[in-house]
């Protein structure tokens, strides 16, 4: 579960993700999707798979499973329209 933002419309909610870690993880992307539906340009509205730079080619071994959540609480804020 994650808390919506502060000062955006998500302020207030709570989201509820779903994690998939492949066997290969950290070398491997975790798939990551809202359980919650939430209408969001980087959301897809009836899957909630999330389109996210770091959770397809800009994944890094480096990036932990708390790093992801941070990730997609700052895509909440900030959403990416180009993507």
Partial sequence: FIKGP???PYEGGVFQLAFSVPEPY???PPQVRFLT???HPN???KTGEI???IL???WSPA???QSVCRAIIALMAHP???S
């Fill in 6 to 8: 502060s000062e955006t």
């Fill in 26 to 28: 950290p070398l491997q």
């Fill in 37 to 39: 539906k939430i209408f």
């Fill in 43 to 45: 959301v897809h509205f």
């Fill in 51 to 53: 389109c996210l730079d």
């Fill in 56 to 58: 397809k080619n800009a």
């Fill in 63 to 65: 990036w932990t499973l």
């Fill in 80 to 82: 990416e329209p180009d």
